[in-house]
């Protein structure tokens, strides 16, 4: 168990630095990135409004990362994290992790959030839902944890992180703001860039959108399939910002269509391999010229 009066190491997945004061929520800065807005509001208010039901329970301390919880039989985003962040870790250039400063947008609730904080990183959640925001507060205060509430446009242009994940959250923008979010996205990273979402397939459509919102694991509308991102337009759009993807993996489900879809309602047992196919996807770049001379992921 962490003692409040120290910052001692106590295991590797566990290295927090402690504050000396409670956490704050912070806002729009004068100097911020683009003009362009990629705020969907009907989304932020719809995330919002499941703050409370977000975990399925606290866990005994709120320094516990998400992944050492055992996933409850209907949520497909704890099931899926472990898998989000040892791919994330697998493409940073370091394991001294809490040399780096990383950057989590659409932070949600802080699954992927509380997995980087345990890390030791030091970490900065993006969440336009105040009602999130102030979820991260609550679950969080006892980490360095920054809070900035409001979409990423709206983050100091000043600002710089060596690792930016966006879980889920590209599928959730406004309409037609992709371009704008992945030019944001790719100004304020300098070594490791990691995004995953839900490609525009059927499989796609049945197992991430229909199943679970018909049976009610999700409340309806959760997602919209026109929202749905192509992974291959995605790496254009990094390509012409001079990033290029590295590594691209999809959940497949043994068994074909109908276990792809009962995944979709029990909410676990996906496989993670290389390739298109599968639905749900996760991606790590890196910018052009690094990615290019290295030779190598790490």
Known sequence: MLQRLTPAITSPLLRLRLPSSKLSITAASARSLSTQ??????ESTKFGALASSWYPSKPASSL???ETLTPPPRNPLLEMNPHRISFTLSHLPTEEYTNIT??????GGGIATGSLLG???GVTAVEPSIELCELLKTRYDDTDLKIHNGPLETLPSTQKYHLTTAFEIIEHLAPN???SFIENLTSVTTSTIVI???SKTLTSLLKCKLAPELIGIVPWGTHEYSKFVPPETLIKLMKENEWECVKHEEMRIEGGLLSEIEFGVRGRGGVWEEGEGGGNYVMAFKPCSSSSSSGENR
């Open 37 to 42: 807005s990629t705020h969907d509001t009907s």
């Open 64 to 66: 516990m990362p998400p």
């Open 102 to 107: 990383a950057l989590d947008v659409g932070a």
């Open 119 to 121: 890390l030791g990183m």
């Open 177 to 179: 703001t992709l371009p």
């Open 196 to 198: 995953s979402s839900i």
